[in-house]
């Protein structure tokens, strides 16, 4: 992911891209623009937020012919009309860049026909949905190849690469594999892998397994757009992290450009802030929220019952931070709020606008560091700084007061710690610099620091600015 962030960031590929997407008319989307500001991007939501819509619309704007078949796909073929559906004013609007040029157009229903399919740009594009994870056993006419009888009559190899990739993924050392036809039709093939000397098919295999060939075996050609729908299901934790890494070590070599879909942790996780989007709903409206943290994006398609109030944060040093002011100055609240953390200030920015158009369920409060200038909705942390530099500031003209009794670390050992870091050019390192000086890890330093700031150098007044607007939102 690295090494894919740095080629991105040289601006040296990617010259066949979606830039941007405008849906509108189209399963409760209403012109909101998507952009597509990274190779990899992720698209999560509870379910029916109209994650499947962003990959079909995608997938439309484009002239590419569908695999193994010379039809190319449709709109129609996504959005078609039905004895309970008509689609009607409904458009695609789109922009691609091909070589320098950015090139706006559109694909539309306004009656009966979808048009602007002529002047859709030319693209490989590869379509991974659900169908992928339905067991060989329980597809249209496989059950007459499950026979003794049944002779395999010819297959197709999986490469060496391909056979590397699917043991790197699963975590399993498979020695071949290949997409095997039969005698009883030569219109079906089924996958087999050889792992210990022994040849398993798809009748046999793990649903994680059988996912797995199924998705690498589309090889997606250099340029080309690859979309894939819930791209974690059936693969646990492990393998979802190394598929992801795995996508962006192809799509590096290849320059392709990946919209997939998640409900998973696990994806958001390996990726970038700019690659995470999160689809907000309020009654019918969506919103499109980039840069979002997978805390964030986990409370938000959480089932479980939340406390009273929900207060979002930028990251953890000020989730610790808006926690221990809470803990010394209005302990009684504890237990009815929680802290979730939201990713980059833009995130909160957008989460400020929805507080103000009161568009949350529950009462909220957004909270950006100190060091953001302010924001229609939002509150500010104490300080007027980045957190890190508010609290080892000011522990600093404490002289680290009482924080050796607290860390149970000699005093020496801690300040010299503590000062040092300081000398870092980036604040978001100093609390790991110091925490490994005196062997903490760096959250328990940081909520040692943040409990002695709280009791030591915020005043009152400042204290009251973050805790009576919760007061008002809980009452």
């Not at 691609?96 to 859709?120: M, Y």
């Not at 089924?190 to 793990?206: E, M, N, Q, T, Y």
Request: aromatic share 8%; proline share 5%.
């Amino acid at each position: 992911m690295r090494l894919l962030q740095n080629k991105w960031a040289a601006n040296s590929g990617w010259q066949k891209r979606l830039e941007t997407l405008e849906i509108n008319g189209l399963r409760g989307w209403t012109g909101q623009r998507i952009d597509f500001n990274f190779p990899i991007i992720a698209i999560c939501g509870e379910n029916g937020s109209g994650k499947s819509t962003i990959l079909q619309s995608a997938c439309s704007v484009y002239f590419s012919p569908k695999r193994g078949d010379e039809t190319p796909w449709f709109a129609s073929d996504f959005f078609p009309d039905t004895p309970w559906d008509t689609i009607k004013d409904a458009s695609i609007k789109y922009t691609v860049r091909e070589g320098q040029k950015s090139i706006t157009n559109s694909v539309r229903k306004p009656t009966d026909r979808w048009r602007g399919n002529p002047a859709r740009p030319k693209r490989d594009v590869v379509y991974i949905d659900l169908a992928r994870i339905q067991p060989v056993s329980d597809r249209t006419g496989y059950l007459k190849l499950a026979k003794p009888t049944v002779k395999e009559s010819s297959a197709r190899s999986f490469e060496d690469v391909m056979v590397c990739r699917l043991s790197d993924i699963m975590g399993r050392s498979y020695a071949k594999g290949k997409m095997a036809i039969t005698d009883a039709d030569v219109k079906r093939s089924v996958p087999v892998v050889a792992i210990s000397g022994k040849d398993i098919s798809g009748f046999h295999l793990g649903a994680g397994e059988f996912t797995m060939t199924e998705l690498l075996q589309k090889d997606p050609p250099p340029f080309s757009l690859v979309l894939i729908d819930e791209v974690e299901t059936s693969l646990h934790p492990r393998a979802q992290r190394r598929l992801i890494r795995d996508l962006a070590e192809i799509c590096r070599q290849r320059e392709l450009q990946i919209i997939l879909t998640t409900h998973s942790p696990y994806v958001l996780e390996e990726l970038p802030a700019e690659a995470r989007g999160y689809i907000m709903t309020s009654g019918t409206d969506k919103q499109v929220v980039f840069g979002v943290s997978s805390d964030f994006a986990m409370t938000k398609m959480d089932e479980e019952i939340h406390p009273e109030c929900d207060l979002y944060v930028e990251d953890d040093r000020a989730h610790l931070m808006l926690q221990e002011i809470l803990l010394r100055f209005a302990p009684d609240l504890m237990g009815r709020f929680q802290i979730i953390s939201f990713g980059a200030a833009s995130v909160g920015q957008a989460l400020g606008q929805m507080v103000n158009s009161n568009r949350f369920p529950r009462p909220t409060l957004i909270f950006l560091d100190g060091d953001q200038a302010p924001a229609p909705g939002c509150l500010l942390l104490p300080g007027g700084d980045a957190p890190e530099r508010v609290v080892f500031e000011a522990l600093k003209r404490q002289q680290w007061t009482l924080l050796d009794s607290t860390t149970a670390r000699e005093f020496a050992d801690l300040a010299d710690a503590c000062n040092k870091a300081m000398t870092a050019a980036d604040h978001h390192e100093w609390t790991s610099l110091a925490a490994n000086k005196v062997h903490l890890s760096s959250d328990t330093l940081w909520q040692a620091m943040c409990a002695e700031w709280a009791a030591n150098c915020l005043t009152k007044e400042d204290a009251a600015k973050i805790v009576n607007p919760i007061k008002e939102a809980l009452a």
